[in-house]
């Protein structure tokens, strides 16, 4: 029988420098040129914006380039190869597990020389194949909480709901929780800041809720997980 979990994942306001790699983001495209030929050995530099903090990494063979484990935020990127000016996007926006893709087309000229576009979000996420939805900061510090409990904005999610007579996300048993998909409750499984946040004793339920204050903002997976899940 196959059991559909759901995974979820949190950032934390003051967490930001040590996220995991299930609580970070992934930025991925393709480098070209105007003809439509590929551009391998492009240098692609990913700078976060609020900290200045700069990541590299070059183009294969087939013009493609990964960088992963990105801090969610605010990015500048920029191609750069040999020949060709330089292209940098601005406002490219990760979020906590997500994977985003900005592509780049160069035009023949000198390395000085940049071209300045702004990035513009995808309604589709062609990257993955998995089932997700971002609660982010405006929703988990203007929607009303029943006694401060973060957990309750799961239920935002299609699909997912609580059962207030099992004593559920935040209930007098302790602990929180949900049911997705038709799923038992058991089948899920909580990760904080891309590490464990099971209860060991009772099964479904998060091990340590955070306070509302420290969440910037948390992803709901509910199909077609990645490995690293």
């Known amino acids: 029988m196959r059991v559909t979990r759901f995974v979820l994942l949190f950032t934390l306001l003051w967490g930001g420098s040590v996220l995991a790699q299930s609580a970070s983001a992934s930025l991925t495209g393709l480098v070209k040129d105007t003809s439509g030929a590929i551009l391998p050995g492009a240098t692609i530099t990913a700078r976060n914006v609020a900290t200045n903090e700069v990541r590299t990494t070059v183009s294969n063979t087939e013009g493609l380039y990964r960088l992963t484990s990105l801090p969610r935020g605010t990015y500048e990127v920029k191609a750069e190869v040999q020949g060709f000016k330089t292209v940098s996007q601005s406002d490219v926006l990760l979020t906590v597990g997500d994977t985003v893709r900005a592509d780049f087309e160069l035009s023949v000229g000198q390395l000085s020389e940049t071209v300045n576009v702004?990035?513009?979000?995808?309604?589709?996420?062609?990257?993955?194949?998995?089932?997700?939805?971002?609660?982010?900061?405006?929703?988990?510090?203007?929607l009303p909480l029943n006694g401060r409990n973060v957990m309750q904005l799961i239920e935002l999610q299609p699909g997912a709901t609580s059962n207030p007579g099992n004593a559920v996300l935040g209930g007098s048993a302790g602990g929180n929780s949900a049911f997705v998909n038709g799923q038992r409750n058991r089948a899920n499984n909580f990760l904080l800041d891309g590490t464990d946040n099971n209860d060991q004793f009772t099964a479904g339920r998060v091990a340590v809720n955070p306070n509302v204050d420290t969440i910037q903002e948390f992803r709901v997976s509910t199909n077609n997980f990645s490995a690293e899940f």
């Open 118 to 142: 702004s990035s513009q979000a995808s309604l589709v996420n062609t990257e993955e194949g998995r089932i997700s939805n971002l609660v982010d900061e405006k929703r988990v510090s203007e």
